[in-house]
């Protein structure tokens, strides 16, 4: 069995241990990088979401995978990517979470992992996370960008929200704002006057380092 199919299995099965157990096997005998998991990992999780609209699997189901991937990358993958990146530079502070109202939590944590495995310091402040959280956030640790994640078209004008308020602390020159999100789009954050908006976690990090 490959990889991918054994982490799959595992995930889909809600085998938090043996999940754990088999990503720190892998790294001890170099079989793969943390970062390239945390890839097979995102994709899977996008293959189990797309199971959960097709009712193929019910919310417990996709709820005990998702808990099962964040103990991984929580436990095992988050801490490997930062005992081999100690020595390395940080490319920059990025502040993220869900915007208020949202609690979907799963594509954003992606994200947040990408962006540290690739060097960046993440500050993942959760879900349903108001426009003053972000901005008290992002000036207490001295952010460089600020990261919204919108998983409803229901949610997604608290992106805009916390622009405004930028704006209106006078704050909005001293961040990058980045937005994403499935009902997000390039238009959507030209339109409320984000600095760059990414499709999914690979070209969030892509984005972070043009920007920086
Ligand atoms: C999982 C899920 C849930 C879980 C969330 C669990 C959790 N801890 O996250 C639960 C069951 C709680 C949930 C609840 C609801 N959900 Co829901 N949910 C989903 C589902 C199936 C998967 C989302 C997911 O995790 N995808 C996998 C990740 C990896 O992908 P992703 O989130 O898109 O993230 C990627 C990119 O978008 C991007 N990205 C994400 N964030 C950011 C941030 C930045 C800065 C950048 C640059 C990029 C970026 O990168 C990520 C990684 O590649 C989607 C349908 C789907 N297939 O997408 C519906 C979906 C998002 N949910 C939906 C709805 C309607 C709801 C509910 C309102 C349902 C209800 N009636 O109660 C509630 C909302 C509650 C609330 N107040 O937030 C709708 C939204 C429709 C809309 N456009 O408004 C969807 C699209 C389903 C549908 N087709 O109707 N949901």
Redesign the pocket.
Known sequence: MSIRDKIKKLVIEWETEELKEYCQSILKNNEETASNLLKII?DI??YV??Q??QEEIF?PE??GS?ETVKVAIDEVLDPAIRAAGEEKKTMGKVV?GTVE????????D??GSFLFSNGFEVYNLGVEVTADQFISKAEEVGADII???S?????MDFQKKVIEELKKRGLREKYKV??????TSEDWAEKIGADG?????IE?VE?LKRLM
């Open positions: 995102g999780m996008k979401g797309d959960f609209e919310l996709l709820i998702a993220i109202s949202d609690v979907h939590s799963i594509g954003k992606l994200v990261g919204l994640s998983l409803l078209t229901m949610s980045i937005v994403g999100g499935s009902p908006w990414a499709d999914d976690a969030a984005l």
